[in-house]
């Protein structure tokens, strides 16, 4: 199983950007997926994530400006009206119940990380 992430780049306060990140592999079921994002000098910190039943989870700070979907083992992070204070590497997480040999494992899995910049 792997996670490919993209979308990332540079935009100006107020703009939007949207990520991907893939999923793939004998993917038997996608538990959650989630975003996390590590600024210069900052611990990683959750952004958004979204359960299997649909039930998401945004950080405070991106409430209302980001929204996370699943759909089709892809997980998209919607960010809008940008800041600054967004600025970071974006990172994808996912649980995943997969298929190995016979059976089943269930892991963590991360996606490469993705820099999003808000500047001017």
């Known amino acids: 199983v792997q996670l490919q992430a993209s979308g990332g780049g540079l935009v100006e306060p107020g703009g939007s950007l949207r990520l991907s990140c893939v999923a793939s592999?004998?993917?038997?079921?996608?538990?959650?997926m989630s975003w996390y994002r590590r600024a210069s000098g900052k611990q990683r910190e959750l952004v958004a994530s979204q359960n299997s039943d649909g039930s998401t989870n945004y950080a405070n700070s991106v409430k209302g400006r980001f929204a996370i979907s699943i759909a089709k083992n892809t997980a998209q992070l919607q960010m809008d009206g940008l800041k600054p204070d967004d600025t970071a590497v974006y990172f994808c997480?996912?649980?995943?119940?997969?298929?190995?040999?016979?059976?089943?494992?269930?892991?963590?899995?991360w996606g490469q990380g993705t820099q999003v910049t808000v500047s001017q």
């Open positions: 592999g004998r993917i038997r079921n996608i538990n959650t």
């Open positions: 997480h996912a649980d995943i119940t997969y298929y190995l040999g016979d059976g089943l494992m269930r892991e963590f899995f």
